[in-house]
């Protein structure tokens, strides 16, 4: 499956709003606790593939502040985080942003319950109809 997010996407992005699009996909990457090969292969190729603007250095410090962050929230505190991320998250890249999360946590094909949680709280802040969700399943399935 083609990534769903595009070099032009990421290039006309804010920093913040380049930040809040790296947390999704990392979120989705370590929604179940330790990634497998292939969940970490499609994260690592939609983060290789995009222009971030970022050293990988800076991407690794990124990322473990998010991991901090959600292994010492409890269910509130997780769900703020998500409207946080959310509201730096343009509203015409919200349908992409959940397909490429659901293709990080979809590629060993295996949906576990922490990975359909949190990307069905992206669903629920991002506001998708249910058409949009419903393309976002299809494309899955046929990828």
């Known amino acids: 499956m083609e990534l769903a997010l595009t070099a ?3 290039t006309r992005l804010t920093d913040a709003q380049k930040d809040a699009v790296l947390a999704c996909l990392f979120v989705a990457l370590i929604a179940d606790g330790q990634p497998r ?4 292969a499609k994260y690592d190729e939609a983060i290789a593939t995009l222009p971030w603007g970022r050293t990988e250095r800076d991407l690794e410090l990124a990322n473990n ?3 901090l962050r959600i292994a010492t929230a409890d269910a509130q505190a997780k769900l703020g985080f998500v409207k946080e991320i959310a509201a730096n998250v343009p509203v015409e890249l919200r349908e992409r942003v959940v397909l490429a999360m659901a293709s990080i946590v979809a590629a060993d094909r295996f949906i ?3 990975e ?4 069905s709280a992206f669903i629920h802040v991002f506001g998708l109809t249910a058409e949009q969700i419903e ?3 299809a494309r899955i399935v046929a990828g």
Do not use: L, Q
């Open 8 to 10: 032009d996407d990421v």
């Open 37 to 40: 090969p292939e969940e970490r």
């Open 65 to 67: 502040a998010i991991r």
């Open 112 to 114: 576990s319950h922490g």
């Open 116 to 119: 359909k949680a949190s990307v």
């Open 135 to 137: 393309n976002i399943r």
